[in-house]
C-alpha cells in the first residue's frame, strides 16, 4: 500500500508559480506510475501530469504542456508549475497506480492523496 499526502498550494496571481509536492510512504515509489490531476469546481477530476515508476517518463496533458514540470526523488513527487492562469485553479490530487492505463484514467483502484487547493487570480 501507498499512503500519499500532498502539500504546497495556496492562492496565487496568474503568471505566478507554485510547486506541489506529494510524500509518498509505505511502499517503494518506484514500484508505481505517479500522476497529478485537478478537480475544478463543479467538474471532474482531470488528468494533469504523470510519470512512469520503471522509466520515468512524463506525460502532460496538452492545456499545462511547456509550463508544469513533474518530477520525483526517491519519497516524493513534484509538480512545479509556471505561468500559472486563473483556469489551473482546482484542487490537485496525488495519485499511484501500477497501472498506467488505470493510472491516467483516474481510476478508483489508484491510491490517492488528501488534495490540496491552489487558486490562481487574476
Known amino acids: 500500500q501507498v499512503q500519499l499526502l500532498e502539500s504546497g498550494g495556496g492562492l496565487v496571481q496568474a503568471g505566478g508559480s507554485l510547486k506541489l509536492s506529494c510524500a509518498a510512504s509505505g511502499s517503494t515509489i518506484g514500484n508505481y506510475h505517479l500522476g497529478w490531476f485537478r478537480q475544478a469546481p463543479g467538474k471532474e477530476r482531470k488528468f494533469v501530469a504523470g510519470?512512469?515508476?520503471?522509466?520515468?517518463t512524463t506525460d502532460y496533458d496538452d492545456s499545462v504542456k511547456g509550463r508544469f514540470t513533474m518530477y520525483t526523488d526517491r519519497t516524493t513527487v513534484y509538480l512545479q508549475m509556471n505561468s500559472l492562469k486563473p483556469e489551473d485553479t482546482g484542487i490537485y490530487y496525488c495519485?499511484?497506480?501500477?497501472?498506467?492505463?488505470?493510472?491516467?484514467?483516474?481510476?478508483?483502484?489508484?491510491?490517492w492523496g488528501r488534495g490540496t487547493q491552489v487558486t490562481v487570480s487574476t
Open positions: 495519485a499511484a497506480n501500477n497501472r498506467w492505463a488505470d493510472l491516467t484514467t483516474g481510476s478508483r483502484r489508484s491510491y
Open positions: 510519470i512512469t515508476g520503471n522509466s520515468g
